[in-house]
Each structure stands twice: as structure tokens, then as C-alpha cells.
């Protein structure tokens, strides 16, 4: 199954966030009842984001992966 990538009019770009602002930033404009596949750059910030995500949308499924090897982000 082919899922779509975003255009890049679609892509937004958020700096200087505070603690917990990034998460909610997320569950406020990704889609709602639909699998979400988030990419971090370190399995510390997959684990935060994740856990942040669940207090906003307990019921919304979002999976958090840390990029591989030392590809730029």
C-alpha cells in the first residue's frame, strides 16, 4: 500500500518550541484516526514524543521512529 507524501506546501517548520510544545503542535495538524509515522532524530525524543502524544489524543495512534545512521535530519 502507497501512502502519499506530503506536498511541500503541506510541510511546516516550527523553531524555538518549548518543552511539550513540539507534541502538541503535532496532534493539533496531523490528521485524526488515521496511522501517523513520525521520524526524530534520537530514540530519546521518539520516546518523549510519544508519551506526549498519548496525553493529547489517548484514542489516536502515532508511531515514533529514530532516523538511522548519520543521515542529516
Given at each position: 500500500m502507497n501512502y502519499p507524501l506530503p506536498k511541500p506546501a503541506q510541510k511546516s517548520f516550527w523553531t524555538a518550541l518549548s518543552s511539550g510544545s513540539l507534541s502538541y503542535l503535532l496532534t493539533e495538524h496531523l490528521p485524526k484516526h488515521q496511522t501517523k509515522i513520525i521520524l526524530t532524530k534520537d530514540s530519546e525524543t521518539a520516546q518523549r514524543l510519544q508519551a506526549e502524544w498519548q496525553f493529547f489524543r489517548p484514542n489516536d495512534v502515532a508511531?515514533?521512529?529514530?532516523?538511522?545512521?548519520?543521515?542529516a535530519v
Open positions: 508511531l515514533f521512529f529514530p532516523r538511522l545512521g548519520n543521515a
